[in-house]
């Protein structure tokens, strides 16, 4: 069965980076029929994708937060990774990882696995 | 403000049925048949319900179904338990620039 697991700090301080990596257990990262990607969901409030990475490092980014996300893959572990620059507590949120597949070799919202989600608050 | 519209809230008693609409536009729900729908209670992870528009995932009763006409989709719900409480969440593929967006959620109280 497979299995996400987000890891990372619960709290970082404003302008600062967030830094998540999601360990992928169960299954390869690097099957070609997969995107893997990053959702969130501030408190109280619905789902923001994120953006999604292929094994091979492709990567698609939402347009409203593309110049402040960096998502990589390191297939070696089994993991992919978030990175979100100059955050404010408008970034505090749960934050999933989820596999999704492709269409046209795009991503395809069908987000058949998640992890648990971990919340980071942005504070100082 | 989120790219797909929800209604807020919807209801229904124990065995009825209920639909819940996922409106957006010819960019997104109404170009392409690749909207998926989530359920989610809360505390917990979304859970993949209904994707390509009508397809069922393994697992997933048959009381669930999707269907999509012109810039609106819809997830049918079917008599009614007490466990399908929860948010539900759809999302439809965007076009190669904006990719994935999701509707705002629609909380469904069951009498």
């Known amino acids: 069965q497979l299995q996400l697991q987000e890891s990372g700090p619960g709290l970082v301080k404003p302008s600062e980076t967030l830094s998540l990596t999601c360990t992928v257990s169960?299954?390869?990262?690097?099957?070609?029929?997969?995107?893997w990607g990053w959702i969130r969901q501030p408190p109280g409030k619905g789902l923001e994708w994120i953006g999604s990475?292929?094994?091979?490092?492709?990567?698609y980014y939402n347009p409203s937060l593309k110049s402040r996300v960096t998502i990589s893959v390191d297939t070696s572990k089994n993991q992919f990774s978030l990175k979100l620059s100059s955050v404010t507590a408008a970034d505090t949120a749960v934050y999933y990882c989820?596999?999704?597949?492709?269409?046209?070799?795009?991503?395809?919202?069908?987000?058949?696995?998640w992890g648990q989600g971990t919340l980071v608050t942005v504070s100082s | 403000q989120s790219a797909l519209t929800q209604p807020r809230s919807v209801s229904g008693s124990p065995g009825q049925s209920v639909t819940i609409s996922c409106t957006g536009t010819?960019?997104?729900?109404?170009?392409?048949?690749?909207v998926s729908w989530y359920q989610q209670h809360p505390g917990k992870a979304p859970k993949l319900m209904i994707y390509?528009?009508?397809k069922r995932p393994s697992g997933v009763p048959d009381r669930f179904s999707g269907s999509k006409s012109g810039n609106t989709a819809s997830l049918t719900i079917s008599g009614l338990q007490a466990e399908d409480e929860a948010d539900y969440y759809c999302?439809?593929?965007?076009?190669?620039?904006?990719?994935?967006?999701f509707g705002g959620g629609t909380k469904l109280t069951v009498l």
């Open positions: 990475i292929y094994y091979s490092g492709s990567t």
């Open positions: 999302c439809s593929y965007a076009g190669s620039y904006t990719f994935e967006v």
């Open positions: 989820a596999r999704h597949g492709m269409v046209r070799g795009v991503p395809r919202p069908n987000f058949d696995y």
């Open positions: 169960g299954g390869s990262i690097s099957s070609s029929s997969y995107y």
């Open positions: 390509d528009v009508s």
């Open positions: 010819s960019s997104d729900v109404g170009g392409y048949n690749y």
